[in-house]
């Protein structure tokens, strides 16, 4: 579909889009960029691209896409300093968890002769870096492109359909729409979860010992997405923070009604609510974005 692409950053998502392409033969060539020497070194022994360099501008050079994989706070340096090498025709692209703040940082850097065609695969583990990647990420998973009403349709087409090779649904969506589902979906879930592992780190030191000790299931999956990328959630809550303010002000309602039932015990409300958020869990498993499967998945041999 493209005769090179460039990967500006390389951790999870930068690196399953390496070994996707290479299997589905997306591109005749990956150049790979980063500004960690040692990130950028494992990416070659690990063969993820055809060139490898320090300097994103490079990179980008004879790219006719260019995707760019690095924290959505770092979008907009990335921008100026791709921007006079693009090529004309160039669409540009990214994978970030944030969708207007993304647009506001780099539309006003890039040349009128490229396409930003902004995106976001809805696909991820709690692993980063260059080894983490893996070419199924991708397959079942959502990727939504949230390009303008300027935008080239022409690019929109082709980029749809470069994630469709990859495994993808895609679905086309306003910036600030996606940003207000992914708040509910994805970013409040985080904050929750770095937020209870926080608490527990707070105890005193024999009980912080014994909930490590005696975890259930619940409290180990909420450490898995606790482990995730700091640097990148960090980004998404600052660039994202009305729309995660605006879910997170609706959570602490509910939230509070929830304190009044258990105070008063009133186990019609919980049973209620129980009920409706199991219906919630077997649409997820319904549409194909989860499995249903004993033990949150897990194996049991290998526990």
Known sequence: MFEKVALIGIGLIGSSLSHVMKREGLTKSIAVSSRSAETLKRAEELGLGNAYSLNAADAVKGADLVIVCTPVGACEQVAKTIAPNLQAGAIVTDVGSVKSSVIAQMQPHLPDSVHLVPGHPIAGTEYSGPDSGF???????WCVLTPDKATDKAATAKLKLF????????????AHHHDLVLAIT??????IAYNIVGTANELETDTRSEVIKFS????????????SDPTMWRDVFIHNKDAVLEILGRFSEDLSSLQRAIRRGDGDYLFDLFSRTRDIRRSIIEIGQDVEAPNFGRDETEE
Do not use: K, Q
């Not at 070419?135 to 079942?140: R, V």
């Not at 994805?186 to 904050?191: G, K, R, T």
């Not at 259930?216 to 482990?227: H, K, L, N, Q, V």
């Open 135 to 141: 070419a199924a990420l991708f397959e079942n998973r």
């Open 163 to 174: 994630w469709e090779n990859c495994g993808s649904h895609v679905e086309i969506m306003d």
């Open 186 to 191: 994805s970013h409040l879930p985080h904050l």
């Open 216 to 227: 259930a299931s619940g409290f180990c999956d909420f450490t898995r997405i606790a482990a």
